[in-house]
C-alpha cells in the first residue's frame, strides 16, 4: 500500500518497503500509476490529484466536525493515530495538538525552526545566532545565543510540559527538538499511523 | 535634565516636561545644544555622539560583570531599576530579564509583535491573521486565528508566570501586551527610572 503526506514543500510517500520524499515544485503525480493514499494541506497540488483516479483523498474520510474548518489535515490525522498525548509536528511551522481520552482539546501553532531563526536576525544582526539546541532549561541565559535559544525553545518547551501527558514529536525537525524534549517520545511514522488506521476504520 | 534612550529605529526624549520621539534615520542630534544624558543600542549612532561632548553616554557609567559581554544597554538599565521582578520590555524584540534581591539572574529574546506577525504570514498564507490580544489563555484554540495567538503569546505568558515575580511591562508595545498579563504592571518611563538613578548614584 502506497501512503503520501503533502505538504507545502515535499510530497512524502511510504510504502511497504519504501519511503521518499519529492519536491512540490518539481514532480508530477500523474507519474505514479499504482493507488496512492493522501493527504494534502498544500491547495493546488490537491486541485491537480482531483483529475487522478488512482490518488485517493483520505481527508474526506475523516469526520471533521469533531476538528474546525481551517485545521490542517495533517493535524487531523495525527491527533486521530493519539489517544492521550501532546502531539508536536515540527514542520516549517510547529503545530501542538493536545488529545486527552481520544477527545481533541484543541492546538495551537508556533513558527519553526528556520522561520524562527530568520525572525530573529531580520530584527537585528546581534540576534543572528544558530539555535543552541543543548541548552540548559533550568537556567536563565547569559549570553546573546541562548537568550535567543530559551526565547524560542523555553517558552514552547514550559507550555507543552503544562499539559501533563505523554508528548509525542513528529515532523522533519522532530530530532533537533527532541534534544530538549527529553520527555518526548520520536514518532516519524505517526501521520502514516494514522492514515493506514483511518483506512482500516473507513474503507 | 534631558534623558535620552536610542533604539533601532528611534531616539526617545524624556525631559522634565517633555516626551518626545524622533526617527533614527532622519534627526540630527548635534541640533540639540543642551546636556543630554543618553543610552544607546545603536552602535551607528554611538559612534556620532561620541563626537558631541554635550551627549553623555550612561553606558559607561555601569559595572557590567554583572551582565554579559553582549547584553542590550537598555535591558542593564530596565534591570538597574528594579529589585524583585520580570521586566518584559516589548519593542521590536521582547526582552525578558529577571532581577531576585536585586541581582539579574538572566534573561531572554523573544521576537517582537510586529516580527512575529510577518513570521506566521511568510509560513503560510493560511496563518495571515491579526494576533488577537483578547485570546482566553484558559482555553486551547479551536481556529487558526487564536492558534497562532496561543502560539506566540500563551507560551511566552506561561514561562513568564513560572518565575512567580511581580511582572512589569514597558516598550511601545506594552500595552497590546498588557491585556494579556493582568498580573503585570505597565511602567511606560521605566528606562528613563533607571536612567535618573544611575545619574544620581554615578555622577
Same mark, same amino acid.
Given at each position: ?37 493522501? %493527504? ?8 491537480k490529484l482531483k483529475q487522478l483516479p488512482n490518488w485517493i483523498d483520505l481527508g474526506k474520510k475523516i469526520d471533521k466536525k469533531k476538528y474546525y474548518e481551517t485545521m490542517g489535515i495533517d493535524r487531523i490525522v495525527a491527533v486521530e493515530a493519539c489517544?492521550?498525548?501532546? %502531539?508536536?509536528? /515540527?514542520?516549517? /511551522? ?82 533537533? %527538538? /527532541? ?25
Amino acid at each position: 500500500m502506497l501512503l503520501c503526506d503533502i505538504g507545502n514543500t515535499s510530497f512524502h510517500f511510504k510504502g511497504d518497503s519504501e519511503n521518499y520524499k519529492r519536491d512540490v515544485a518539481a514532480f508530477n503525480p500523474a507519474t505514479i500509476t499504482q493507488k496512492v493514499y493522501y %493527504i494534502s494541506v498544500n491547495q493546488a497540488v490537491s486541485v491537480k490529484l482531483k483529475q487522478l483516479p488512482n490518488w485517493i483523498d483520505l481527508g474526506k474520510k475523516i469526520d471533521k466536525k469533531k476538528y474546525y474548518e481551517t485545521m490542517g489535515i495533517d493535524r487531523i490525522v495525527a491527533v486521530e493515530a493519539c489517544t492521550n498525548a501532546v %502531539i508536536i509536528d /515540527a514542520g516549517s /511551522a510547529i503545530t501542538v495538538d493536545v488529545v486527552r481520552d481520544d477527545e481533541f482539546m484543541g492546538g495551537f501553532i508556533y513558527p519553526g525552526v528556520n522561520a524562527m531563526q530568520k525572525t530573529y536576525s531580520a530584527i537585528s544582526p546581534a540576534l543572528e545566532y544558530a539555535f543552541n539546541f543543548d541548552l540548559d532549561l533550568e537556567k536563565l541565559p547569559k549570553n546573546s545565543q541562548d537568550a535567543i535559544s530559551y526565547g524560542f525553545l523555553k517558552t514552547l518547551h514550559t507550555e507543552v510540559l503544562s499539559h501533563n501527558l505523554p508528548i509525542v514529536l513528529t515532523g522533519g525537525d522532530a530530532h533537533k %527538538i /527532541a534534544t530538549l524534549f527529553k520527555e518526548a517520545r520520536v514518532d516519524e511514522a505517526l501521520l502514516f499511523k494514522g492514515m493506514q488506521e483511518l483506512i482500516v476504520k473507513k474503507l
